[in-house]
């Protein structure tokens, strides 16, 4: 277990549904960053955010979104899936506070299945 | 532009024998932290080994090593004794002190028995 809770771990839907992914971070942890993985891709970086404000963005379509609560647990929505939404979707977590060092801990993912 | 290069899509090795996945990368930045994480077929994604820019003494962590080479920046990683739990993805990394972290594409590597 490496500290990083992701829900749901799998999820079937249709094509035009909308579904959120939700991930609570490290203890301590102050970073969150979201990755979208598509089958024997690389990681694609969606968003990053830090003490719940935005601090980067990635290749993140519109019709993506995300947040991170007072909690410091952050929530992806998509909407308006296509079939090519279909992958894991990676949370990680770090200490954050522009040390460097920080190492990210990922959790086990999401995978999405849009049919 | 800050870009992490892995040569290698895929590799195979035979068990025991020992294999190197190299990792290019660039910025302008001049702190920075290096990593490597594996992602076996649980697609989990595990920290195998991480190198602080600023030392010159090369990380290790146990059969797995880098070979850090910050002018021509370059991070190597050698996996020594290969072992079938070894087959994985494996993907190089820097982070910047902003914590903006620049991932390779990955290399696969097969360890064959």
């Known amino acids: 277990d490496s500290g990083v809770t992701q829900t749901p771990k799998h999820l079937i839907t249709a094509t035009g549904q909308r579904v959120t992914l939700r991930c609570s971070p490290r203890s301590g942890d102050l970073s969150v960053y979201w990755y979208q993985q598509s089958l024997d891709q690389g990681l694609q970086f969606l968003i990053q955010?830090?003490?719940?404000?935005?601090?980067a963005k990635g290749n993140i379509l519109e019709r993506f979104s995300a947040q991170q609560f007072p909690d410091l647990h952050s929530e992806l929505n998509l909407s308006s899936l296509e079939l090519g939404d279909s992958a894991l979707y990676f949370c990680a977590s770090s200490p954050g506070g522009g040390a460097g060092a920080n190492v990210l801990t990922f959790g086990a993912g999401s995978r999405l299945t849009v049919l | 532009a800050q870009t992490v290069t892995q040569s290698q899509p895929e590799m195979s090795v035979q068990e025991a024998e020992t294999v190197t996945l190299s990792c290019t990368y660039d910025?302008?930045?001049?702190?920075?932290?290096l990593f490597w994480y594996k992602q076996p077929p649980s697609r989990q994604m595990i920290l195998v080994i991480r190198?602080?820019?600023?030392?010159?003494q090369n990380a290790t962590e146990n059969r797995f090593s880098v070979n850090f080479q910050k002018a021509a920046k370059s991070f190597s990683l050698k996996i020594s004794d290969s072992q079938l739990g070894d087959t994985a993805m494996y993907f190089c990394?820097?982070?910047?002190?902003?914590?903006?972290?620049?991932f390779g594409k990955g290399t696969r590597l097969h360890i064959l028995p």
């Open positions: 955010y830090y003490n719940g404000e935005e601090r």
């Open positions: 990394a820097f982070m910047l002190r902003d914590d903006k972290i620049i």
């Open positions: 910025t302008s930045e001049n702190n920075y932290y």
């Open positions: 190198q602080e820019a600023y030392k010159q």
